[in-house]
């Protein structure tokens, strides 16, 4: 089994998005002191590499270092020039008609790993997060006003054929096998 360091870099990796010290403690089984101490060491790793832990005592997550931020910056206005592509249209439609949704959610009626589109999705402004309102240490997500606007609506509910697809979502989410 690998060691605690690449447990947690591979859970970080794999949740793409920032988990807490308790959630990490606890699928990985190990005590909390000791997954903060595998954290301070995750961070001196990578203290000269492009990727850095974003760790505030309580969650840690990757992100990107500092120094590169001229580069990340170039990438993203290319990224904002782009089409959204399927994917894209995909998560936005479930997040419009479905929100405020958790990735989970969204990756159970995709049926793969949303993250990535997510966070394109985040940059753009389409879609925000926020904190679960179901008492989970997840993020639910949700339109912005400026995507309902530039959609030229002012609820969701004024959306085109809202009230079917939103039925179907929910069909879809009842009878599709739950993931344990």
Request: charged share 30%; hydrophobic share 40%.
């Amino acid at each position: 089994m690998p060691n605690l360091e690449a447990r947690i870099e591979a859970t970080l990796l794999f949740k793409n998005e920032p988990v807490s010290v308790s959630e990490l403690s606890k699928w990985l089984g190990e005590k909390p002191a000791t997954v903060k101490e595998a954290l301070e060491n995750l961070r001196a790793f990578y203290q000269n590499r492009g990727v850095a832990i974003v760790f505030d005592g309580e969650s840690a997550a990757f992100g990107t270092h500092p120094e590169t931020s001229v580069l990340i910056e170039t990438l993203q206005k290319e990224e904002f020039s782009r089409e959204l592509g399927r994917a894209g249209l995909e998560t936005l439609s479930i997040v419009l008609y479905r929100g405020p949704v958790s990735r989970r959610e969204i990756d159970h009626i995709r049926g793969v790993n949303s993250g990535f589109i997510l966070r394109s999705l985040l940059i753009r402004g389409l879609v925000e997060r926020s904190e679960s309102l179901a008492g989970e240490r997840s993020y639910s997500y949700k339109p912005t006003l400026k995507l309902l606007e530039h959609l030229g609506v002012t609820r969701r509910e004024d959306l085109p054929e809202f009230a079917s697809a939103f039925a179907k979502i929910e069909t879809f989410i009842k009878t599709s096998p739950k993931e344990e």
